[in-house]
């Protein structure tokens, strides 16, 4: 599967933001879809999760109700809508698929995600 991703750009801090992550290639509702983010100087690490069916949906904990995931099959799209932006939010941010939505003790890894996008840079100023 192919990914997309689009949306980010340059906001200010309590600003909203919607990622999108279009997908092509394959059978859409076959994967599970990922978002990940990477700073500056950062390793990467996972924001949000959701199953193929969209009933689960994981979050990283920096999250804190502020981030929802979200898939639409018939678009083959998933997106991250981001409420609250922080600075601490500035980064690349990744979509990812795979057929299985892992959790291991409570960890969703990067390593798990076998097809990544290119990625879309989110700045939030102060």
């Known amino acids: 599967v192919q990914l997309q991703a689009s949306g980010g750009g340059l906001v200010q801090a309590g600003d909203s933001l919607r990622l999108s992550c279009a997908t092509s290639g394959d059978t859409f509702s076959d994967y599970s879809l990922g978002w990940f983010r990477q700073s500056p100087g950062k390793e990467r690490e996972f924001v949000a999760a959701?199953?193929?069916?969209?009933?689960?949906?994981y979050y990283g904990d920096f999250v804190k109700g502020r981030f929802t995931i979200s898939r639409d099959n018939a678009k083959n799209t998933v997106y991250l809508q981001m409420n609250g932006l922080k600075p601490d939010d500035t980064a690349v941010y990744y979509c990812?698929?795979?057929?299985?939505?892992?959790?291991?003790?409570?960890?969703?890894?990067?390593?798990?995600?076998?097809?990544w996008g290119q990625g879309t840079l989110v700045t939030v100023s102060s």
């Open positions: 959701v199953s193929r069916s969209g009933n689960i949906t």
């Open positions: 990812a698929a795979d057929s299985y939505l892992i959790r291991r003790d409570g960890v969703v890894y990067e390593s798990d995600f076998s097809s």
